[in-house]
């Protein structure tokens, strides 16, 4: 299966931008669907954008629509997600997942492979 490993995370001032990547390795990139979710302390978890096999179709929550961008390259292996004016609200640790599923995975339960995480705080 194909291993997952994000980077970009970090401490961000309130309106301000980071953008994230996942690199994958193992299986091919392209078979999976991919995603971004996030968890904050004492929240559940909730997916914030997904992406289609071949990067035609996206989903974004609806808190951050208009702020952050999911986007995929095929040839570089590479999931990313631009955030921009980010909220402290935004705060929460962010993970990369991969789907199996034909269908464009909108919730927790359709991913079945996960990366370690990368902490995003936005202070006020």
């Known amino acids: 299966q194909v291993q997952l490993v994000e980077s970009g995370g970090g401490l961000v001032q309130a309106g301000g931008s980071l953008r994230l990547s996942c690199a994958a390795s193992?299986?091919?990139?392209?078979?999976?669907?991919m995603g971004w979710y996030r968890q904050a302390p004492g929240k559940e978890r909730e997916v914030v954008a997904a992406?289609?096999?071949?990067?035609?179709?996206?989903y974004s929550l609806d808190s951050v629509k208009g702020r952050f961008t999911i986007s995929r390259d095929n040839v570089k292996n590479t999931l990313y997600l631009q955030m921009n004016s980010l909220k402290p609200e935004d705060t929460a640790v962010y993970y990369c997942?991969?789907?199996?599923?034909?269908?464009?995975?909108?919730?927790?339960?359709?991913?079945?492979?996960w990366g370690q995480g990368t902490q995003v705080t936005v202070s006020a």
């Open positions: 193992g299986r091919t990139f392209s078979n999976y669907a």
């Open positions: 992406i289609s096999r071949s990067g035609g179709t996206t």
């Open positions: 997942a991969a789907s199996t599923r034909s269908a464009l995975p909108t919730t927790i339960s359709q991913y079945n492979i």
